[in-house]
């Protein structure tokens, strides 16, 4: 899995693409995630688009990244899961959890809401 990050703002947007599962792509995001609220930086999306596979490991990543951008105060967003994806935390209830949305603007508009 490849990870890009860039920021929009004071928002840091991680851009993973591949397989999200059990192994070096999960140990890839958790690292990401922890380096960056480690930075004091808590308002993060993660972008899935390119994201074509999640298993319970990438799953458990997702949820963990939120937990810790909200520890902080800070919250985690995800943006354009495929159908796939997006069948899984369906599946999961975990749309009901995570604000997920399609366009990047309104992802970042909705942190200052």
């Given at each position: ?12 947007i ?14 890839t ?46 919250d ?24 997920i ?13």
């Open positions: 899995m490849k990870m890009k990050t860039r920021e929009a703002g004071d928002v840091r991680l851009e993973p693409s591949g397989r999200l599962v059990l192994g070096e792509p999960v140990d995001l958790g690292k990401a995630v922890k380096a960056i609220i480690d930075e004091g930086r808590t308002k993060l999306i993660i972008n899935l688009k390119s994201v074509d596979y999640v298993d319970s490991a990438g799953i458990g990543e997702l949820v963990a990244a939120k937990k810790r951008a909200v520890e902080k105060k800070g985690v967003k995800l943006l354009m899961p495929n159908q796939t994806v997006y069948n899984v935390l369906s599946m999961l209830s975990l749309h009901l959890i995570f604000d949305h399609q366009d990047e603007a309104k992802a970042l508009r909705a942190f200052a809401a």
